[in-house]
């Protein structure tokens, strides 16, 4: 490394002290802001001048304000003391939107009577009345305050006195117990998520941020594609917890063909993995695979740890998720698992965030990232029309871009690590469903991070359980363009007028088949 890299680099480093001291003092850090130029939105061909569709922004195209508007009153307005002879020419409709906010208590005055044999009868409430579990709070309401918690981010203290301002008398436990508890159904639905998106889907994006848990620190997994989100937050990071998550609600442990191959590849003892194939191949929990371990004389760290990460992908397999789901993720070590996809943007993001220390560098820079985005839109452009003959000619162009050699180490370093995870990079080569970027996982879980900026961390398992539950549900409705207000209601009134989420996954994945590459037969 030279002395103007080393330079460079402290330079980085002291900017970065600079910005953690600015937030501790409650200032802003040095923004950072760069335009992408991985993902150019596409315009149209023409400017409006030469005849074409002038070029907009993405969904600003003009739609009919009307067209899926429900009407619920038309009021008739006729025209007052209009003239004698006056001619009627029919009526415009002007179309006024509001919302009916406020608060409906109703008493219901339950008739008892007595019986001649002496039993005594209460008449029963109407099944619309109330929400069984909390008798005393009408459906509408529930669904309310889920929504705004859940949806719109509103805390507690503040949902409390939201409601007492519109004279509804519920306690802060009430609300509490609202948010938290008895949501059994909840929580299965979110579990059918997970189970449906994982066995119809080509691929899956994964990602992880902070999640502090009882004044400690946490972290929340998100599983999810266009399809369905998944969001589980754990005290650990680790490929072990990633594992644990994925075969999610299942508890067991299986021995097949997929736990053999990863204990092969990850150098576990031939003679251990030739014990581990006698006896019983299925263990209904963690403390019956723990017996069996120590019963072989597995106890190393390390060893038991590989043991149990290869059970937990039988595990997966059995439970009829693919040997071949496509992980997609930015890179972290624990979510290469089955087969692994690299996201392009945290590939080349080393390269955006290096500092030139002299212009030769910064040509440098600028030269081995115009190749990464041509490349790249090339890539896209097979992604979207698969042709089997630009297949060779891609993986050459990336073979001579992550060969190349440079005058500076920084960029050879990147250069040599992205050589390292050519088939991860090239994973769309073989199934062009697969994804170039892992955007849809920053943006699903973009939304959890802003609802822990504001609320902070979680204090209770139920209270940590539902945050991610419900999490879930809304995403997953937002990607199957469900409202969830309505999700809400229907689940809480039992209506079942919405599929269950699981369901619809499945019909969606099988609408839209993968794309597939063909390639010509291999001669005997």
């Known amino acids: 490394m030279t002395l103007l890299e080393i330079i460079a680099q402290l330079r980085e480093e002291i900017q970065r002290l600079r910005d953690e001291i600015a937030i501790l003092k409650g200032e802003k850090p040095r923004p950072k802001i760069e335009p992408s130029r991985l993902e150019q939105p596409k315009l149209p061909?023409?400017?409006?001048?030469?005849?074409?569709?002038?070029?907009?922004?993405?969904g600003s195209a003009k739609r009919s304000k009307k067209a899926q508007l429900t009407i619920h009153k038309t009021l008739v307005l006729d025209v007052a003391d209009a003239p004698e002879g006056s001619v009627s020419l029919g009526y415009e409709d002007f179309i006024v939107q509001d919302i009916v906010f406020e608060a409906c208590n109703t008493c219901y005055r339950r008739q008892r009577v007595r019986t001649p044999d002496g039993q005594t009868l209460l008449a029963p409430l109407p099944a619309e009345a109330s929400v069984a579990e909390f008798p005393h709070c009408g459906p509408t309401l529930f669904?309310?305050?889920?929504?705004?918690?859940?949806?719109?981010?509103?805390?507690?203290?503040?949902?409390?006195?939201?409601?007492?301002?519109?004279?509804?008398?519920?306690?802060?436990?009430?609300?509490?117990n609202i948010l938290t508890e008895k949501k059994d159904a909840f929580h299965e639905e979110k579990d059918e998520i997970l189970q449906a998106g994982l066995q119809v889907s080509t691929?899956?994006?994964?990602?992880?941020?902070?999640?502090?848990?009882?004044?400690?620190?946490?972290?929340?997994t998100h599983i999810g594609n266009?399809?369905?989100?998944?969001?589980?937050?754990?005290?650990?990071?680790?490929?072990?917890?990633?594992?644990?998550?994925?075969?999610?609600?299942?508890?067991?442990?299986?021995?097949?063909?997929?736990?053999l191959a990863y204990w092969e590849r990850q150098g576990l003892s031939?003679?251990?993995?030739?014990?581990?194939?006698?006896?019983?191949?299925?263990?209904?929990?963690?403390?019956?695979?723990e017996a069996r371990l120590a019963e072989l004389g597995i106890t190393s760290k390390r060893h038991v740890l590989i043991a149990t990460e290869g059970a937990l992908l039988g595990s997966l397999i059995a439970h009829g998720v693919s040997s071949e789901l496509v992980i997609l993720s930015d890179g972290a070590l624990q979510f290469v698992v089955l087969v692994h996809a690299s996201c392009w943007v945290h590939a080349e993001r080393p390269l955006a965030r290096m500092i030139p220390f002299s212009d030769s560098h910064r040509t440098a820079i600028e030269s081995v990232r115009d190749q990464i985005w041509h490349l790249y839109r090339d890539l896209t452009a097979y992604r979207e029309k698969p042709d089997p003959v630009q297949k060779p000619l891609l993986e050459a162009r990336f073979d001579e871009l992550v060969g190349q050699k440079t005058d500076f180490p920084s960029i050879n370093t990147v250069l040599k690590e992205m050589r390292e995870h050519k088939a991860d990079?090239?994973?769309?080569?073989?199934?062009?469903?697969?994804?170039?970027?892992?955007?849809?996982?920053?943006?699903?879980?973009?939304?959890?991070?802003k609802k822990r900026k504001i609320s902070g961390g979680t204090r209770s398992a139920a209270g940590r359980r539902c945050r991610d539950t419900f999490a879930s549900l809304k995403k997953t409705c937002r990607c199957l363009g469900i409202a969830f207000w309505q999700y809400l209601v229907d689940r809480v009134r039992g209506l079942g007028k919405?599929?269950?989420?699981?369901t619809i996954i499945r019909e969606r994945a099988a609408e839209t088949p993968s794309p597939i590459v063909e390639t010509e037969a291999v001669p005997a």
């Open 203 to 220: 691929y899956v994006g994964v990602d992880d941020t902070g999640a502090r848990h009882q004044g400690k620190n946490g972290y929340c």
């Open 143 to 176: 669904s309310y305050i889920l929504m705004q918690h859940h949806h719109n981010h509103v805390t507690q203290p503040l949902l409390l006195e939201e409601l007492q301002e519109l004279a509804i008398d519920l306690s802060a436990g009430q609300i509490n």
């Open 270 to 289: 031939a003679s251990w993995i030739e014990q581990l194939q006698t006896g019983a191949q299925e263990f209904a929990d963690a403390p019956a695979w």
């Open 425 to 449: 990079l090239l994973r769309v080569l073989e199934q062009p469903a697969v994804p170039l970027h892992n955007n849809i996982s920053e943006t699903h879980v973009r939304d959890y991070v």
């Open 226 to 259: 266009e399809l369905f989100a998944y969001f589980e937050s754990t005290d650990s990071k680790s490929r072990l917890n990633f594992l644990q998550i994925l075969r999610k609600p299942h508890t067991d442990y299986v021995i097949n063909e997929t736990a």
């Open 498 to 502: 919405i599929a269950r989420l699981a």
């Open 45 to 58: 061909a023409r400017p409006a001048e030469e005849g074409g569709e002038a070029a907009k922004r993405p």
